[in-house]
């Protein structure tokens, strides 16, 4: 039987061409026309008025803060259950992230309990949008307006997903878009800030240009760094994007058709998901906590790959200091897994996996009814 990874980047024929042709023609590598395009593509599908390439993710997000003015002896509001990236951007900017639970609906900041955690000393409140879904947003926005605060959409999990016809990571002051391997298009890397706020999009140039108007004129005008993306892998990005209305309904498909195969199962919970609005970057489900890890290895025994969920991040070396009521993210975490979750994943995959989930979940029920 073959194997199916938990995930895999699907790079075709159009790319592998692409890139040679851009090779051919004496492409320079380096920032210029190819990301400019990109960058036009992805405006063109979220409905930002400006999009700006970075490296990855993480240094878009640490981008974002800090050309909002956000560094030493400021506090940004972060959930406690998201990629650690999330908390490390802030660090990385000189901030400090105050740890917040989330919500069990759909994973995302718990705003309620975000209120409470708010200081003298809050300058954002980081809203992650976890696998496309989404809280209710305008009170996340009204909450920032009152405390006259910023609102920082982690969007890495969201391309291709929407809310009421408007896409996620559009809502805020800025927000992030990931490309990393495991997302739903990739560029290997790649990190894309969204804002409509033109005086917020020439502070963020500035820094990734080491603080000059010009590229190639040293003069400097501000404290910048290299955050610059590379035409190169904007090649690939531009072909990918091409593709990403046709992956953005397969992902509503494979999700679909996991939850029909597992709706009986006794043990598997989906989260309540809208496929209208919502593409599933991951087909995420919750198992009971003391069978997680050996349906794990009976899938890995099968040629299945899974991934469990991430740690709450207070339970993470670097973050082991902060205290605090996480009941919501260290249940979560315990009990998550991803499912195989690639675009390219054909229908009697989907089967396969399935059959083999509902065949350990049933071996199990025998074996307790037999003890």
């Known amino acids: 039987m073959k194997r199916i ?23 320079w590598l380096t920032e210029f026309k190819k990301t400019k395009e990109l960058e036009q593509m992805i405006s063109d599908y979220t409905g930002s008025k400006y999009s700006i390439m970075m490296p990855n993710g993480t240094i878009a ?4 803060i800090l050309a909002l003015g956000i560094g030493k002896g400021d506090e940004v509001i972060v959930p406690n259950y998201t990629m650690i990236a999330s908390a490390n951007a802030v660090v990385m900017a000189g901030a400090k992230p105050i740890l917040v639970d989330i919500d069990l609906a759909n994973l995302c900041l718990d705003l309620s309990k975000a209120k409470k955690a708010f200081t ?6 980081m809203l992650v949008t976890i696998n496309g879904r989404y809280p209710d947003i305008k009170k996340f926005k009204s909450f ?9 959409e982690d969007a890495a999990q969201s391309l291709g997903s929407m809310c009421n016809g408007k896409h996620l990571g559009t809502f805020g002051d800025v927000g992030m878009l990931s490309f990393s391997m495991p997302k739903i298009i990739t560029m290997g890397q790649g990190g894309c800030l969204l804002t409509d706020n033109e005086e917020l999009h020439k502070k963020i140039l500035l820094l990734k240009d080491f603080g000059r108007k010009s590229a190639g004129v040293d003069t400097h005008e501000v404290m910048g760094y290299n955050f610059k993306f590379n035409d190169l892998q ?4 531009i072909e990918q994007m091409k593709k990403l209305p046709w992956r953005v309904e397969r992902k509503k498909e494979i999700f679909k058709k996991y939850k029909n195969l597992l709706a009986k199962v006794n043990g598997v919970e989906f ?18 906590e003391d069978k997680k890890e050996s ?13 469990p969920f991430y740690p709450a991040i207070h339970t993470q070396n670097p973050y082991k200091k902060n205290k605090g009521d996480y009941k919501n993210s260290e249940k979560i975490s315990r009990r998550g897994l991803w499912l195989p979750s690639s675009a390219f994943l054909s229908d009697e995959d989907i089967v396969y996996v399935c059959n083999n989930i509902k065949e350990f979940f049933h071996e199990n029920t025998l074996h307790s009814s037999k003890t």
């Open 5 to 27: 990874n938990q995930i895999e980047p699907w790079i075709g024929k159009e790319e592998k061409d692409a890139v040679v042709d851009y090779l051919e023609s004496g492409g």
């Open 61 to 64: 997000l640490t981008a974002a």
């Open 120 to 125: 003298k000393k809050t300058k954002a409140i």
């Open 144 to 152: 920032a307006k009152s405390k006259n605060i910023y609102l920082i």
């Open 234 to 237: 904007a090649v690939i990005g």
């Open 271 to 288: 989260f309540e998901t809208n496929t209208k609005d919502t593409s599933p970057w991951f087909i995420d489900i919750l198992v009971p």
């Open 295 to 307: 349906l794990i290895k009976f899938l890995q025994e099968k040629n299945i790959g899974t991934r």
